[in-house]
């Protein structure tokens, strides 16, 4: 699995693969880059690649305290 950092496009927030509950909205975050989920987001234009600083979304574990 490679990680990749994402955020939603402006105005949307897409749901994160496997938790349609949860979502990506405009705070960067690491998701599965071989994931043909967010693969064809990123080719739609839902997700926009980014680097920088990342939260890391609740179903990999990550921690409120940003």
């Known amino acids: 699995m490679s990680l990749i950092s994402?955020?939603?496009?402006?105005?949307?927030?897409?749901?994160?693969?496997g938790n349609p509950h949860e979502y990506i909205g405009q705070e960067p975050v690491?998701?599965?880059?071989?994931?043909?989920?967010y693969r064809r987001l990123l080719a739609d234009g839902d997700l926009?690649?980014?680097?920088?600083?990342?939260k890391?979304?609740?179903?990999?574990g990550a921690s409120h305290g940003d």
């Not at 994402?6 to 693969?17: D, F």
């Not at 926009?48 to 990342?54: A, F, H, K």
């Not at 890391?56 to 990999?60: D, G, L, V, W």
């Open 6 to 17: 994402v955020k939603a496009a402006n105005g949307l927030r897409v749901p994160l693969e």
């Open 30 to 37: 690491q998701v599965d880059g071989e994931s043909l989920y």
């Open 48 to 54: 926009l690649p980014v680097s920088g600083r990342l």
């Open 56 to 60: 890391t979304p609740k179903s990999q």
